[in-house]
């Protein structure tokens, strides 16, 4: 074994994005891109010699290739352990767990998350504090000044680790150790829930089906849904990990899991549906003929969840990225407890979480989590469901409903134009940014402007301030349009735009979501002029 020090030319677009660094597998497979962009992270950390590093991923095209990597630069540069889950996989949030478990110094997460797989898709790089949480911006910024100048990088010249052995190995003077990716986990989540209730819940003949959409979850439902909640086999559907997830794509949403939306339907289907995307992190709740919208779910977790024993104690306050929409904001008001409105991913509710401040987090992308992790967690979303399935004794849709007679609804959908030409993005938001200060006070289509503004995130815990986070337009009878720029597409710009309209507790909750915020779409287009300047005649995905 010999200690090499490797010349290397650095890569200019190695930026890390919303949530880490993500590309197509090909620009990946570049020379030295996996080892440069490790070697920047180190470079960009202190006093980790001896310590343990956690390293995982969600099992797609390259993450065999990229581990193994990533052990050697680990071990030479001087790491005493790396834990790392059998077959290379670890969910996100399994992660977040791991590392905080056995006080790890940090973790590399090798995913893309819902981005597609495999040789033509996507592979993403993050890394994760001592918190279990994404690094925070100053981390990710100094990583990309130092992949901008790096010329070398640290490895040895060791064989493979055997990542299918549970057991440890050694890696020059670095011990890895490969773990299974449940275990743990799975004991969390029973400190969390009341998992008798939920075992009496399928016992009584309530039925589910969760997707697993081929990707990391399947270990992890099988294991606790059929496993230790007794759940009948089978109500785990795709739940082995494909490196290429089997050609899908592993995002929970109306599109990618339309079959399962169809079926809960009918009358024929489950009671209960969900799923879970690429890396585990990610949410779909869907009752008997009642799609749960992620930013209600966040709220009706929020409102719930004193019926799990985790939080029986009640939620010391709540907090939202920005463009989820207000309804948890009505939980917080109601249970007088702080609520708070960060920028779009993970890593800005880290500083809240660890300061206690906060409790359950959540983003309107179908993310939701709370202070056992410091990731948003699929899984745990689904559990804290049926938890409360099991101890309200009432169906998904009823819950819901009462929801809204007691706080009001808040209509909400997101529209994503995929893959539109940079250029054109960029002007388009620039043009509106350019705009805002003139908005308050104009009347569009009888609607009047109460305050447009480019949201900057001032961190109550830390001090720091992130600007240029999306552009916010809101209406003087509570309605709002948000419109940003996607940090996590590979390919060209993904331009969002998320629409919002609050009917209060005694108004009409029954209206068409598309056709209740058709006036707010009227609106955006005739201030931005997406479809004009874009081609686009419609929306790639409506959520
Ligand atoms: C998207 C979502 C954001 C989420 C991020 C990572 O980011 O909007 O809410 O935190 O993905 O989620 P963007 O910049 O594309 O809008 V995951 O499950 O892809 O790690
Ligand atoms: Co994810």
Redo the contacts with the bound molecule.
């Keep these: 074994m010999t200690l090499q020090t490797i010349k290397t030319t650095p890569y200019a677009d190695q930026k890390p ?3 880490g660094l993500r590309k197509r597998v090909t620009v990946y497979q570049q020379l030295n891109y996996v080892e440069n962009y490790i070697q920047a992270i180190f470079d960009s950390l202190e006093g980790f010699a001896g310590q343990t590093l956690v390293i995982g991923g969600d099992g797609r095209y390259y993450n065999d290739v990229a581990i193994q990597k990533a052990i050697r630069i680990a071990a030479a540069n001087g790491f005493g352990k790396v834990l790392v889950g059998q077959g290379g996989l670890l969910s ?1 949030p399994a992660a977040s767990h791991v590392i905080r478990h056995y006080k790890a110094y940090g973790g590399l997460v090798l ?5 597609p797989g495999g040789p033509e898709g996507d592979f993403g790089i993050k890394y994760n504090i001592g918190n279990g949480g994404p690094a925070p911006e100053k981390i990710t910024d100094a990583v990309f000044d130092r992949t901008k100048v790096i010329d070398s990088y640290k490895t040895l010249d060791t064989p493979d680790i055997d990542l299918g052995k549970i057991g440890t190995q050694q890696v020059g003077d670095m011990v890895v150790e490969v773990i299974d990716p449940v275990t743990d986990y799975a004991a969390l989540m029973e400190t969390l829930f009341d998992f008798d209730a939920i075992r009496a819940l399928f016992k009584s003949g309530f039925t589910m089906t969760f997707d697993a959409m081929n990707a990391v979850t399947g270990p992890y439902a099988k294991a606790i849904i059929e496993g230790i909640l007794g759940a009948p086999a089978g109500t785990v559907i795709n739940g082995v990990p494909s490196p290429s997830f089997n050609d899908g794509h592993p995002d929970p949403n109306l599109v990618y899991c339309k079959d399962m939306y169809d079926l809960l339907m009918t009358p024929e289907g489950p009671d209960f549906g969900a799923a879970s ?3 585990g ?2 949410n779909l709740i869907i009752g008997k003929n009642r799609f749960v919208t992620p930013s209600d779910s966040l709220a009706l977790l929020a409102a719930n969840a004193h019926l799990a024993p985790g939080y029986k104690g009640g939620i010391a306050g709540i907090a939202r ?1 920005m ?1 989820t929409s207000a309804a948890a904001d009505r939980v917080a008001e109601k249970l007088g407890i702080e609520m708070h409105e960060t920028p ?3 890593k800005f509710f880290g500083n809240l979480l660890d300061a206690g401040r906060v409790t359950i987090c959540g ?3 179908a ?1 939701t989590g709370s202070d056992h992790v410091r990731e ?1 967690d699929g899984l745990w979303a689904v559990l804290l469901w049926l938890n409360i399935l099991a101890v309200r004794k009432q169906g998904v849709d009823e819950i819901v409903r009462e929801h809204w007679a007691t706080y009001g609804r808040n209509y909400y959908t997101r529209h994503d134009y995929e893959e539109v030409d940079s250029a054109i993005a960029n002007a388009l938001v620039d043009d509106l940014r350019g705009r805002l200060s003139s908005l308050p006070g104009q009347v569009i289509d009888g609607l009047e402007i109460a305050y447009a503004d480019d949201f900057t995130y001032h961190d109550p815990v830390d001090g720091s301030t992130s600007a240029k986070q999306g552009i916010r337009i809101g209406f003087k009878d509570g309605s709002r349009i948000v419109l ?1 720029l ?4 590979t390919v060209g710009a ?1 331009l ?1 735009v998320y629409l919002e309209r609050y009917e209060p507790a005694d108004g009409q909750h029954d209206l068409d979501t598309q056709e209740a915020l058709a006036p707010l779409i009227a609106i955006i287009e005739k201030l931005a002029g997406i479809q004009k300047r874009t081609g686009r005649t419609e929306p790639s995905v409506i959520t």
């Design positions: 994005g919303t949530s996100t995913s893309a998350s819902h981005n995307d690429g890396d992190d990610r990225s463009p779009t991913g993970w983003e309107e992308s993310g948003k940003r996607s940090g996590t597409g993904t969002r």
